[in-house]
Nanobody, 132 residues
Framework: QVQLVEAGGGLVQAGGSLKLSCEVSGRTSSVYAMGWFRQAPGKGREFVAVITWTRGSIAYSDSDQGRFTISRDSGENTVYLLNNNLKPEDTATYYC?????????????????????????WGQGTQVTVSS
């Protein structure tokens, strides 16, 4: 089992920044990728970014405007999502997720991790609210 605990959400004005964190514990040897997703009120869960656990390969959603940055600290077993220039439409619950699915990214696009069904463990979510 893998446990995920997010932190760092809050209320911020438009144009501001927040850095979310996700602490990973338990059987971390089974983790191959970490993703961030978000769910706005009344909408489905949306992929935001992914980082592979050992290699550190990164990809962002097609709608990313360069405002989000995913990173990891393997020594601390923590993944981060830095959100810059936040907009009211970024208001959502942000979730981190861990995938135990291993792919050869020399053969398969990292986009395989854009799908939430590829993730086996989820955190409880952290709320981000952006005021206009």
């Amino acid at each position: 089992q893998v446990q995920l605990v997010e932190a760092g959400g809050g209320l911020v004005q438009a144009g501001g920044s927040l850095k979310l964190s996700c602490e990973v514990s338990g059987r971390t040897s089974s983790v191959y990728a970490m993703g961030w997703f978000r769910q706005a009120p009344g909408k489905g869960r949306e992929f935001v970014a992914v980082i592979t656990w050992t290699r550190g390969s990164i990809a962002y959603s097609d709608s990313d405007q360069g405002r989000f940055t995913i990173s990891r600290d393997s020594g601390e077993n923590t993944v981060y999502l830095l959100n810059n220039n936040l907009k009211p439409e970024d208001t959502a619950t942000y979730y981190c997720a861990a995938s135990s699915s291993r792919y050869d990214l020399n053969r398969v696009s990292i986009r395989v991790y854009f799908a939430e069904e590829k993730y086996d463990f989820w955190g409880q979510g952290t709320q981000v609210t952006v005021s206009s």
